[in-house]
């Protein structure tokens, strides 16, 4: 059973001492919140854990920046 | 004389009170309710706009038809914020033609150009560069026009190598055709105009997927923003700026006093640099490191402590120019309404050389992460992740930074046979393929440290290492083929006494 995107967000934020208070639009990278390294830990999660394959041409890497977007994205691969 | 006016240690105590006051008062303005709501009216909107432009002038750091063109945009959008998009376009439209090319070559070279076409056939400078400009909007509208139109198909999907191929093809055309021919000249106008876009119209191009509203025209017209800067997009695109977007007059007098704070730092900061020259260049008359470089490379070089100097002085003096050009471009941004995040933060307490990428300069390092690691990241090597981030960072820093240099400086390749002109490239090879070694290896590591690993391994041990690498790196950027690899490495020796 895997966790809900916004737990593994909530992690990963908690991990680097950052403020785990995130609303479902919230920028998470763009905003600085996270870093580019932090995105590959996270996109090997949503590999992992989600089984989503985001080598697709038609992915858009903006689509990983708000826990909304993200839970949208694992809903369609569902 | 009283004892209490020679008594002067409480009386400097004060005082110095007084000023960590209005430092604090300062730094914190735009938390001030009462300065927010002053920075909302009128007179507010129009001193804190003065306040820019007069940091800006001062820093001397624009020219003054950019200065002009900045300053009545950004006073113009100030009036009529409904028409921001189209102010803002129509202003980059103006500083295109104005500027076209981002690095002198280029104008040398269609110069030169205009002078070798036959007689009758002759263009001047300025018709080939307005041609040019013409050229590379029209393609621009046509590119991101059809992109918009079939977002299915292959080459929308994949729009960054798209572009860099119709890039390849405008260079292979001009190499192809006659030296003297009005063709060339058109065509190695285009090619620099295009160049000078490219990294901007691949934004807009990638945007186009994420379904931002912004209508293609309008990116179309956006390639080279009228607040100037070098090929790397601060701000990236509409898309990008959008998100930063100020949603109320509240957030926007916010919005404009970080920027007037940050156009005020960065004229501070240009004091600084002058001071450094002033003491480095003028009182201890210590060469730049590229001058002590090509002064070792002719055999003549100077002392060991003067060329420790000057790399050292080179290191910091670089993150203040740096640091100086972002933080206006970031404060004229933000006058425009968009709170986005600085280009260079405190780069010297990065403890990790990827984390002093992040500091340094960040739309760089997002550049090359969105639109070379990103890629490689999602595509190779899914099973083994120390390789996958050791190839994604080879492709970004490495490749990427390559990539970025080379395709900017590519006119050399119109004077100079194929070979010739390769060569000029060795220390840019040499420098990006030890720049992505040694964020691999950093990221390898992993390990970061921590407070509880004591002072020295905490606070000072990772701040040297990261100053080392990029003070020693500093060696090897070059561009300009201006003393060889081999004369790099030997002046990087020589420091050391070998």
């Known amino acids: 059973m895997s966790r809900a995107i916004q737990s593994v967000i909530v992690d990963m934020l908690q991990e680097r001492d950052k403020p785990a208070d995130i609303a479902p639009n919230d920028a998470i990278f763009t905003s600085g919140l996270l870093d580019s390294l932090a995105a590959t830990e996270l996109i090997m999660t949503l590999e992992g854990e989600f089984g989503l394959d985001l080598a697709d041409a038609d992915f858009d890497i903006s689509q990983l920046d708000t826990i909304s977007s993200l839970e949208a994205l694992v809903g369609k691969a569902a | ?498």
């Not at chain 2, 992109?147 to 190598?161: D, G, I, N, S």
């Not at chain 2, 990638?206 to 070098?230: E, H, I, M, N, Y």
């Not at chain 2, 490191?289 to 790399?311: C, D, K, P, R």
């Not at chain 2, 840019?428 to 070694?437: D, N």
């Open chain 2, 1 to 498: 004389m009283t004892v209490a006016d020679t008594h002067i240690g409480p009386r400097d105590g004060r005082a110095f009170a007084g000023v960590r006051r209005w430092r604090q008062a300062w730094l914190t303005i735009d938390q001030n309710a009462g300065a927010q709501n002053w920075a909302a009216s009128g007179f507010g909107k129009l001193a804190v706009h003065m306040v820019v432009v007069l940091a800006m002038a001062l820093s001397f750091q624009f020219s003054t038809a950019a200065l002009v063109l900045i300053s009545l945009t950004l006073f113009a959008i100030a009036l009529m914020p409904a028409w921001r998009i189209p102010l803002m376009v129509g202003s980059s439209l103006f500083y295109l033609f104005l500027r076209p090319f981002r690095i002198d070559g280029w104008a040398e070279l269609v110069s030169a150009k205009a002078g070798l076409m036959p007689v009758g056939a002759a263009l001047s400078q300025h018709a080939l560069q307005f041609g040019g400009v013409f050229v590379v909007v029209a393609l621009s509208v046509l590119f991101l026009g059809r992109q918009r139109l079939h977002p299915e198909m292959t080459w929308a999907k994949r729009p960054v190598l798209s572009l860099m191929t119709i890039w390849a093809l405008l260079l292979l055309a001009a190499l192809a055709v006659p030296a003297s021919s009005m063709a060339s000249a058109m065509l190695w106008s285009v090619v620099g105009v295009f160049i000078s876009c490219f990294w901007f119209l691949a934004y807009a191009a990638v945007d186009q997927k994420s379904k931002d509203p912004t209508p293609a025209l309008a990116r179309a017209g956006f390639l080279r923003p009228f607040w100037g800067g070098s090929a790397t997009p601060i701000g990236k695109s509409f898309g990008y700026l959008n998100k930063f977007d100020a949603e109320n007059d509240q957030e926007l007098a916010i919005t404009r006093l970080k920027g007037m704070k940050l156009a005020v730092w960065a004229l501070i900061l240009t004091g600084a640099v002058r001071l450094v020259d002033m003491l480095v260049a003028d009182a201890m008359v210590i060469p730049t490191l590229h001058s002590a470089v090509l002064a070792h490379a002719a055999g003549n070089g100077f002392a060991n402590v003067t060329n420790w100097t000057s790399l050292i002085a080179n290191y910091f003096t670089d993150l203040l120019v740096i640091a100086i050009w972002g933080h206006f471009i970031v404060a004229i941004i933000r006058m425009v309404g968009y709170r986005i995040p600085r280009n260079t933060r405190n780069p010297l307490a990065a403890r990790t050389l990827a984390d002093f990428w992040n500091r340094y300069f960040y739309y760089f390092k997002e550049l090359l992460v969105d639109f070379f690691f990103y890629p490689a990241f999602l595509r190779y090597f899914k099973k083994n992740p120390k390789l996958r981030i050791a190839f994604a960072t080879f492709c970004a820093a490495g490749l990427g930074n390559f990539l970025y240099h080379f395709t900017r400086e590519t006119y050399v390749f119109a004077a100079l046979p194929i070979t010739e002109a390769l060569v000029i490239f060795q220390s840019a090879v040499f420098y990006s393929l030890a720049l992505a070694a040694g964020l691999i290896i950093s990221q390898w590591r992993g390990a970061k440290p921590k407070p509880e690993h004591g002072f020295l391994r905490y606070e000072v041990l990772p701040r040297l290492n990261v100053f080392a690498f990029f003070c020693f790196l500093k060696i090897f950027d070059d561009i300009t083929g201006e003393g060889t690899l081999a004369e790099r490495a030997s002046f990087a020796l020589s420091l050391f006494g070998l």
